[in-house]
């Protein structure tokens, strides 16, 4: 008897435990991302440019009023992660169309972010 009445308390605090702060998270708090009906994929356009994973692109769509952001995260062989959308020669190509609207030439080396 002594161990039911023990488990139905601490079945009780638990539940009470959680309502409490289930409670007290704010409006916003338990929606989180869901209150926003855009998601920019690969941080959005710049000029006409999509899937840029440029840092413009986030900065200029941001302004806009987006705020929820994919992005496209992959490993250079020496294992760093950069903001990219592909590898291809086709996703070369598109540094040249892209220069005028990022407001720089295409990199012989990536800039890295530290973690």
Partial sequence: MKRIAAVLTLLLVTVGTLFLAHDSQSEEGRDGFANYRLIAHAMGSIREQ??????EAMIANYEKGTRVFEI???L???????ARHEWTANRAKCWDRMKSCLNRSRPERLPMMSL
Avoid: C, E, G, L
């Fill in 50 to 55: 999509p899937y840029t994973n440029a840092y």
């Fill in 72 to 74: 496209d995260f992959m």
């Fill in 76 to 82: 250079t062989s020496n294992r760093v992660a950069v």
